[in-house]
């Protein structure tokens, strides 16, 4: 257990729809990061906040946006969902700003039908 | 054009044998981190390498970082089927962008 969590675990929608994904970094992490995959584009980095600001961006869609609250917990938005979407969400934090020693979440699995 | 290069992309042994997997790029890396994965899971650290030249291990895993910090590899001895997953390599060389390679799936056959 790496002490990352993430809900929910699987979420199916319909295409046009909104969700939101949730995760709490591990005790003490100022860092959180999200990361997209696929099975034909293995992890991509979409955003990075550390301490509630935004710190990083990577191939993050217009469609997406996160934040990351004072007590926090991160959340990623996916708007205007489309087939392609349809991926393995992770979430994962680490003490610092840099990207040393990642601690990753279970993911969340999104199905857009 | 990927920034870090892992090679090969896919690997299946028997167990006992050795093996090697190499990541690669033309960046000089801080640090870099390798991580496995398993199927529908998220990534566990294995290690991270700082220093060129450098050599760590893990059991039967040992990890090297290139002199010039711009390559790492991983040496797994005496492979065993709990060692089957996907081996990933990463690194941070420019604005903060974490960077991963796509990785190395490991098959290790009882």
């Known amino acids: 257990d790496s002490g990352v969590t993430q809900t929910p675990k699987h979420l199916i929608t319909a295409t046009g729809q909104r969700v939101t994904l949730r995760c709490s970094p591990r005790?003490?992490?100022?860092?959180v990061y999200w990361y997209q995959q696929s099975l034909d584009q293995g992890l991509q980095f979409l955003i990075q906040?550390?301490?509630?600001?935004?710190?990083a961006k990577g191939n993050i869609l217009e469609r997406f946006s996160a934040q990351q609250f004072p007590d926090l917990h991160s959340e990623l938005n996916l708007s205007s969902l489309e087939l392609g979407d349809s991926a393995l969400y992770f979430c994962?934090?680490?003490?610092?700003?840099?990207?040393?020693?990642?601690?990753f979440g279970p993911g969340t699995r999104l199905t857009v039908t | 054009t990927q920034l870090l290069e892992q090679s090969p992309q896919f690997l299946s042994i028997q167990e006992g044998e050795n093996l090697t997997v190499y990541c690669n790029s033309s960046?000089?890396?801080?640090?870099l981190q390798w991580y496995r994965q398993e199927p529908g899971e998220g990534p566990v650290l294995l290690v991270t390498v700082v220093t060129g030249g450098e050599v760590k291990k893990l059991k039967r895993l040992t990890f090297q970082f290139g002199d010039a910090r711009k390559d790492s590899s991983l040496h797994i001895t005496a492979a065993q089927p709990g060692d089957t997953g996907l081996y990933l390599c990463?690194?941070?060389?420019?604005?903060?962008?974490?960077?991963f390679g796509d990785g190395t799936t490991l098959t290790v056959k009882p």
């Open positions: 994962a934090s680490s003490i610092g700003q840099s990207n040393y020693e990642q601690y």
């Open positions: 960046s000089v890396f801080s640090s």
């Open positions: 005790s003490g992490d100022l860092s």
């Open positions: 906040y550390y301490n509630g600001e935004e710190r």
């Open positions: 990463a690194g941070d060389p420019n604005a903060g962008k974490s960077t």
